[in-house]
């Protein structure tokens, strides 16, 4: 298991950008694949971004272009890069980790990103 903290969530308006930022237990290098879902109230829980241990990353439609996902393997830290958000952007962010393909997934306690003028 690996234990995994977000951080980065904010209020900010909109156009405007944020990063953030989940922080690993231990090494993530060679983790099968970590990911940012979200979760907006009254929603189910979609996948925003992946990224594999190759560096294979894959976007849900509304956000590619405006953000980007990236792994730091040797400060065992996963980030989001959010640009150009938008209010439908809001949402509770969670971090994930699959050790292995067959593994169950790891879940970060969530971060709050809300997206108002």
């Known amino acids: 298991q690996v234990q995994l903290v977000e951080s980065g969530g904010d209020l900010v308006q909109p156009g405007g950008s944020l990063r953030l930022s989940c922080a690993a237990s231990?090494?993530?290098?060679?983790?099968?694949?970590m990911g940012w879902y979200r979760q907006a109230p009254g929603k189910q829980r979609e996948l925003v971004a992946s990224i594999t241990s190759g560096s294979i990353t894959t976007y849900t439609d509304s956000v590619k272009g405006r953000f980007t996902i990236s792994r730091d393997n040797a400060k065992n830290t996963l980030y989001l890069q959010m640009n150009s958000l938008k209010p439908e952007d809001t949402a509770v962010y969670f971090c994930?980790?699959?050790?292995?393909?067959?593994?169950?997934?790891?879940w970060g306690q969530g971060t709050q990103v809300t997206v108002s003028s």
């Open positions: 994930s980790a699959k050790r292995t393909i067959s593994a169950p997934r790891d």
């Open positions: 231990r090494s993530i290098f060679g983790i099968y694949t």
